[in-house]
């Protein structure tokens, strides 16, 4: 009798059903390993959701988990500066920034937010500035802020020189006052290094001066942090702050002078004055928080 070749049950086709079986495992470690790493999706940056909890940090209650998936959330999100309807595009800084904030440059596509910056000449109708550059802006303040915590999110910095791009932290409410701030990654000639990012805080000392604990450049000193992908990260803890790339500790500050009050996220990208960088985007894969104070227990 001849052996049919192939049939479950004969030596041949054992083989062959053991080789699909193990084909289909390493298949599914392969897709696991792709939305672990973050690039699974539609877009570069999409990622497969926020662990149960932080990567550093004793917080586990995660009160934003932003993954840019859909149309932008208005109840999470404002375009512009203010607090919506109430909204405006000046610069956080027009002494040292060119950059009118247009909602019409604020954009989720792929799933990603993507702030657009490029030249073009504006009016500014609070106030009558003109700025020759217009850009993206969104913050968190319709949220109420958190305090205490720790916060990432995974950014794209454009290659391109003479922007300023940022993901900051301001107080609740909205406008009500300022310092205290803390910069969680920023890249500017005007505060630090524009190719890697810097980390500080500002507050008033007992005078009412202004102070700040930095700039503190961080990140691998020979590596040029723009035009890929990496995750800024801040531990927010009573007297400390501390900031993370792609996992990796950085610069400490310590004192009274942390901030103590709730604050709101901004991530925005304005240009600096005198430059002329040709149009970009800053990508933003996803925002995260984990908080044990957010929203109304925060204040």
Same mark, same amino acid.
């Given at each position: 009798?001849?052996?049919?070749?192939?049939?479950?049950?004969?030596?041949?086709?054992?083989?062959?059903?053991?080789?699909?079986?193990?084909?289909?495992?390493?298949?599914?470690?392969?897709?696991?390993?792709?939305?672990? %790493?973050?690039? +699974? @999706?539609?877009?570069?940056?999409?990622?497969? #959701?926020?662990?149960? /909890?932080? !990567?550093? *940090?004793?917080? &586990?209650?995660?009160?934003?988990?932003?993954?840019?998936?859909?149309?932008?959330?208005?109840?999470?999100?404002?375009?512009?500066?203010?607090?919506?309807?109430?909204?405006?595009?000046?610069?956080?800084?027009?002494?040292?920034?060119?950059?009118?904030?247009?909602?019409?440059?604020?954009?989720?596509?792929?799933?990603?937010?993507?702030?657009?910056?490029?030249?073009?000449?504006?009016? %500014?109708?609070? +106030? @009558?500035?003109?700025?020759?550059?217009?850009? #993206?802006?969104?913050? /968190?303040? !319709?949220? *109420?802020?958190? &305090?205490?915590?720790?916060?990432?999110?995974?950014?794209?910095?454009?290659?391109?020189?003479?922007?300023?791009?940022?993901?900051?932290?301001?107080?609740?409410?909205?406008?009500?006052?300022?310092?205290?701030?803390?910069?969680?990654?920023?890249?500017?000639?005007?505060?630090?290094?524009?190719?890697?990012?810097?980390?500080?805080?500002?507050?008033?000392?007992?005078?009412?001066?202004?102070?700040?604990? +930095?700039?503190?450049?961080?990140?691998?000193?020979?590596?040029?942090?723009?035009?890929?992908?990496?995750?800024?990260?801040?531990?927010?803890?009573?007297?400390?702050?501390?900031?993370?790339?792609?996992?990796?500790?950085?610069?400490?500050?310590?004192?009274?002078?942390?901030?103590?009050?709730?604050?709101?996220?901004?991530?925005?990208?304005?240009?600096?004055?005198?430059?002329?960088?040709?149009?970009?985007?800053?990508?933003?894969?996803?925002?995260?928080?984990?908080?044990?104070?957010?929203?109304?227990?925060?204040?």
């Amino acid at each position: 009798m001849v052996e049919e070749q192939g049939r479950a049950g004969t030596p041949r086709g054992r083989i062959v059903a053991a080789v699909v079986a193990l084909l289909a495992v390493v298949a599914l470690l392969v897709t696991v390993t792709t939305l672990r %790493d973050g690039q +699974g @999706g539609t877009g570069d940056g999409a990622t497969a #959701g926020a662990p149960a /909890s932080p !990567p550093v *940090g004793s917080y &586990r209650t995660l009160v934003l988990d932003e993954d840019f998936d859909g149309p932008l959330d208005r109840s999470r999100w404002a375009d512009q500066r203010g607090n919506p309807p109430h909204t405006y595009g000046s610069p956080f800084n027009p002494t040292k920034e060119n950059t009118y904030f247009d909602p019409d440059q604020v954009d989720v596509r792929d799933g990603n937010l993507v702030l657009r910056a490029e030249p073009r000449r504006v009016t %500014d109708p609070l +106030g @009558g500035a003109t700025y020759d550059f217009v850009s #993206g802006v969104v913050h /968190s303040g !319709p949220t *109420g802020g958190f &305090r205490y915590g720790y916060t990432e999110a995974r950014i794209l910095i454009p290659a391109e020189a003479g922007y300023w791009p940022a993901f900051w932290m301001l107080p609740s409410p909205v406008d009500g006052q300022w310092p205290p701030e803390i910069d969680i990654a920023e890249f500017s000639s005007v505060v630090a290094t524009t190719t890697r990012p810097s980390f500080n805080v500002h507050w008033r000392d007992e005078k009412g001066d202004h102070r700040q604990a +930095g700039p503190a450049p961080y990140g691998r000193p020979d590596a040029d942090h723009r035009g890929g992908w990496h995750t800024y990260g801040l531990l927010w803890e009573p007297g400390r702050a501390q900031v993370f790339v792609d996992g990796t500790p950085g610069p400490v500050f310590e004192g009274d002078h942390i901030p103590a009050q709730p604050m709101y996220i901004v991530l925005g990208m304005g240009v600096v004055r005198g430059q002329q960088p040709p149009a970009a985007d800053m990508l933003v894969d996803y925002v995260r928080v984990w908080s044990d104070e957010a929203g109304d227990q925060a204040h």
